[in-house]
């Protein structure tokens, strides 16, 4: 069952080309910063995170940098693989609230479909 | 494994009728949370715990009720009130208390007939 929007933009890219997903984010006080995929049915997995005090961080053929002027992240896919197709959120952490969580605003996500 | 359970994964409820969802971890997290998702939109906020016997609502707790009894166990009520029951519903908790990452369950699809 299709879990998540159906009219989100998306992005199509080539099997072995790199992926570039982006995400603007609204709260120039957000410190954390979460990129999620999201498969059809199924819930949200945790791709890669950043701290506002970084602009770069890499994990295993993904990347993702921060832009804090324009309050800008982005995430990029390295040899895209059609494993890689699924829905791709940002997330931003606003702080704490005044019972000690965690505030998070998700964005709406993008569509990434990987071309054979 | 440890990870966070959501059942059922498919559930239908006519009009007026009260459905729960169960969440429950095995992650040691102090925090959870219940999120609702709808098509085009991000991820909203229901209700969150962060510790055993306490909860708070967050921005769209209207029709919806939870319990925080257990640390592993975090129900979510969906209530004959909820106006558009009809989505998916996830279930998450936090591990670190630095960076508040979340962690999430693989969902429930609730469709009101």
């Known amino acids: 069952g299709e879990s998540v929007g159906l009219h989100l933009p998306t992005l199509s890219v080539q099997e072995g080309d790199n992926s570039i997903i982006n995400c603007a984010y609204s709260n120039s006080a957000s410190d954390y910063f979460i990129w999620y995929k999201q498969e059809s049915g199924k819930g949200p997995q945790f791709i890669i995170d950043i701290r506002s005090n970084m602009d770069k961080r890499q994990g295993q053929r993904v990347t993702v940098l921060l832009n804090k002027t324009v309050k800008h992240l982005s995430l990029q896919i390295a040899a895209t693989q059609p494993g890689d197709s699924a829905v791709y959120f940002c997330a931003e952490n606003l702080g704490r609230t005044t019972s000690g969580t965690y505030k998070y605003i998700f964005g709406t996500g993008t569509r990434l479909k990987v071309l054979a | 494994d440890g990870g966070i359970t959501q059942s059922p994964k498919y559930l239908f409820r006519k009009e007026g009728q009260n459905v729960t969802l169960s969440c429950e971890q095995n992650?040691?997290?102090?925090?959870m949370y219940w999120y609702r998702q709808d098509p085009g939109q991000g991820l909203r906020l229901i209700y969150y715990s962060q510790i055993v016997n306490d909860f708070q609502k967050g921005d769209i707790a209207e029709g919806y009720s939870v319990s925080r009894e257990k640390k592993e166990s975090f129900p979510l009520t969906v209530t004959s009130a909820q106006k558009n029951p009809t989505a998916f519903y996830l279930c998450?908790?936090?591990?670190?208390?630095?960076?508040?990452?979340?962690?999430f369950g693989e969902g429930s699809r609730l469709t009101v007939l």
């Open positions: 998450a908790s936090s591990r670190d208390r630095n960076t508040g990452e979340l962690f």
């Open positions: 992650l040691n997290h102090d925090a």
